[in-house]
T-cell receptor, first 114, second 116 residues
């Protein structure tokens, strides 16, 4: 089962920031938070990951609370092309006995409108 | 660098038949994972291959099998197809040698299988 909880859907106006929350209260000390998104009928796309510090790349920012029990993915200026299902996943970054399997939850469907 | 490729992109089969799907990982990637996506169950992990060995397997019946070749290309096979096997089958590759500091997986576009 997925170890994360996300709201099923969110709306955002084009050009505004989209803040997608994720709860992962049972995260272990060696687990990272990963975000992927899936645009309709395409394969999931990696967005960003982090352990405990805030992270930023060209796509998004990831804010992880100090107790690491929740995080927020921020798309600073959402566009129509950001409409997708966003998945928050926690797991160890390296291949372990379980390999590299990603356990996906239901994710959050983000709808960006003009 | 070319991405993950999957063939065929679309496939129509009838119940009872078998099907083989193919995945070519990104050059240099040694791990290939397979996922099934359906509207009801979402994205579910099928199995992972690393260096030609199955490293992990999800909760799917034995009708679902796979293999990996020495060039890291992978195939998955579904025998005795059922209507419920209609799904998008996704392949993902990663370095996953245990040395990488993070485990970014790159997904292919998927194969859409329809079972009639």
């Amino acid at each position: 089962d997925a170890k994360t909880t996300q709201p099923p859907s969110m709306d955002c106006a084009e050009g505004r920031a989209a803040n997608l929350p994720c709860n992962h209260s049972t995260i272990s000390g060696n687990e990272y938070v990963y975000w992927y998104r899936q645009i309709h009928s395409q394969g999931p796309q990696y967005i960003i990951h982090g352990l405990k510090n805030n992270e930023t790349n060209e796509m998004a920012s990831l804010i992880i609370t100090e107790d690491r029990k929740s995080s927020t993915l921020i798309l600073p200026h959402a566009t129509l092309r950001d409409t997708a299902v966003y998945y928050c996943i926690v797991r160890a970054p390296w291949a372990n006995q379980a390999g590299t399997a990603l356990i996906f939850g239901k994710g959050t469907t983000l709808s960006v409108s003009s | 660098k070319a991405g993950v490729t999957q063939t065929p992109r679309y496939l129509i089969k009838t119940r009872g038949q078998q099907v083989t799907l193919s995945c070519s990982p990104i050059s240099g990637h040694r791990s290939v994972s397979w996922y099934q996506q359906t509207p009801g169950q979402g994205l579910q992990f099928l199995f992972e291959y690393f260096s030609e060995t199955q490293r992990n397997k999800g909760n799917f019946p034995g009708r679902f099998s796979g293999r990996q070749f020495s060039n890291s290309r992978s195939e998955m096979n579904v025998s005795t197809l059922e209507l419920g096997d209609s799904a998008l089958y996704l392949c993902a590759s990663s370095l996953a040698g245990g040395e990488s500091s993070y485990n970014e997986q790159f997904f292919g576009p998927g194969t859409r299988l329809t079972v009639l």
